[in-house]
T-cell receptor
């Protein structure tokens, strides 16, 4: 079964502190992994995907197939990073069929 | 380009009624996917339409159905509404081929009383 687990509902950090939002997945094939973000009163939007191997807004994520993880990291959190973050997987069901985790709310305090 | 639009934005219905939600994708996008978001179950995939054909389907009862028109606009219908159908319904559009990002709409908030 395909599943995405985000163990933390809330992650609270101070500005300038490192951030790591955890994501673990369950999928037997080669998954496509994504991080989506939803800022307050805004639409859900793609932050980054593992195939791009790029850094967006200072965030990076590495796919670790051995640990089946796709953690999102940022070395220095900013207040504007406060948002809801969703890890998502696209697998055997088709590229546009996303399986989402429950989401982690990141709160960055001044 | 204009973003994905959904109408109506808010809807209140009574148990047993049916409802139709509409989604207009970004111009040129041929794929429209629908998701249900609830506090208890999170974001769950309903179905995807591509070139007027249902290409993928999630694990929802047959009361949930959809269709796509030749202009790629999509509608989803829920019949015999239940209290548990209260949710935010999101649609997302993409060009349709693999490797392209999905763009989400603002959602329709459905409340069933």
């Amino acid at each position: 079964a395909q599943r995405v687990t985000q163990p933390e509902k809330l992650l609270s950090v101070f500005k300038g502190a490192p951030v790591e939002l955890k994501c673990n997945y369950s999928y037997s094939g080669s998954p496509e992994l994504f991080w989506y973000v939803q800022y307050s009163r805004q639409r859900l939007q793609l932050l980054l995907r593992h195939i791009s191997r790029e850094s967006i807004k200072g965030f990076t994520a590495d796919l670790n197939k051995g640990e089946t993880s796709f953690h999102l990291k940022k070395p220095f959190a900013q207040e504007e990073d406060s948002a809801m973050y969703y890890c998502a997987l696209s697998g055997a069901g088709g590229y546009n069929k996303l399986i989402f985790g429950a989401g982690t709310r990141l709160a960055v305090h001044p | 380009k204009a973003g994905v639009t959904q109408t109506p934005r808010y809807l209140i219905k009574t148990r047993g009624q049916q409802v139709t939600l509409s989604c207009s994708p970004i111009s040129g996008h041929r794929s429209v996917s629908w998701y249900q978001q609830t506090p208890g179950q999170g974001l769950q995939f309903l179905f995807e339409y591509f070139s007027e054909t249902q290409r993928n389907k999630g694990n929802f009862p047959g009361r949930f159905s959809g269709r796509q028109f030749s202009n790629s606009r999509s509608e989803m219908n829920v019949s015999t509404l239940e209290l548990g159908d209260s949710a935010l319904y999101l649609c997302a559009s993409s060009p349709g081929q693999e490797g392209f990002e999905q763009y989400f709409g603002p959602g329709t908030r459905l409340t069933v009383t």
